[in-house]
């Protein structure tokens, strides 16, 4: 069984006077060197003042959809915040000058949050995953977040939705009071799903990827060297080959040489900014 992660210090050294996280373009997408305290600082006051933003939890497969697609790259870019999920974006966080740079991952992160969700009385809502995986994780995170309160929670079908559903999940959404809404619909669906929603939903939609399987239990998660040393890819590999492989093996060994191209300056990329 999951358990919530530890608490964590209130405090992070990752934002700017300014207030906004330092960043580097990897690829041509934005990565933020934020943190976990810095993370649950926005995304809870963000909610506590019903802001419509987005999260994208970025991973090297996340920025190479955004190498293959500017559209894409744009949505990315565009997020209010893009926090480094993978080893290899933290390393190259370090390996641009962002030597702070930390992992914040999310399946680490989605407990955090909503354990100040709970704290501040902030509703919040599930949507993507299977109809087993979001019930066993809503069981879980109740009972392990006290007064926690869940307005919203759908399970949409694997094909692409219709106009109609759009607009009926779209409504309900509003119509529940969430703040805070976890997407949980795979890259690069979820962050394209929450991009086209920016500015209409009043929540702070956070694209999460696997962690609704992870926490319910449905699927193993890396241990945590594994995790630490940039090998959870192997490891998901190994756990679904026939679903994966294409992912892993197609675009990791093209991240690897257009970041050292990239690092050494032979390539600059283009970042689509915002």
């Not at 996340?62 to 893009?82: G, H």
């Not at 594994?226 to 090998?231: E, P, T």
């Amino acid at each position: 069984m999951q358990t919530v992660a530890p608490r964590i210090p209130e405090y992070g050294p990752a934002t700017h006077a300014g207030g906004a996280p330092e960043h580097r373009f990897i690829l041509g997408m934005r990565v933020d060197a934020t943190s976990y305290p810095d993370t649950l600082r926005r995304v809870l006051d963000w909610g506590r003042r019903g802001e419509s933003r987005y999260v994208c939890v970025a991973t090297a497969h996340m920025a190479m959809e955004a190498y293959d697609s500017p559209i894409f790259r744009q949505a990315v870019n565009a997020a209010d915040l893009v926090t480094p999920d993978g080893m290899p974006l933290v390393w190259g966080l370090r390996l641009f000058g962002v030597k702070q740079a930390t992992r914040v991952y999310g399946p680490d992160l989605t407990p955090l949050l909503l354990e100040g969700a709970a704290r501040m009385r902030l509703r919040v809502g599930f949507y993507g995953g299977t109809p087993r995986a979001l019930d066993r994780m809503i069981e879980i995170v109740t009972r392990q977040c006290p007064g926690l309160e869940v307005a919203f929670a759908n399970s949409p079908p694997f094909r692409p939705a219709t106009p109609e559903e759009d607009r009926a999940a779209d409504h309900q959404i509003v119509q529940s009071g969430t703040r805070i809404l976890f997407v949980g619909l795979g890259c690069p669906k979820q962050e394209r799903w929450m991009a086209e929603r920016a500015g209409r939903l009043p929540v702070v939609m956070v694209g999460v990827g696997a962690a609704f399987d992870f926490i319910s239990g449905l699927k193993p998660q890396a241990p945590r060297w594994m995790q630490n040393a940039g090998l959870e890819w192997l490891f998901r590999l190994c756990s679904e080959p026939q679903r994966l492989w294409r992912r892993y093996l197609q675009h990791g060994p093209r991240f690897v040489v257009l970041f050292f191209l990239q690092w050494i300056g032979v390539w600059r990329p283009s970042s689509a900014k915002i």
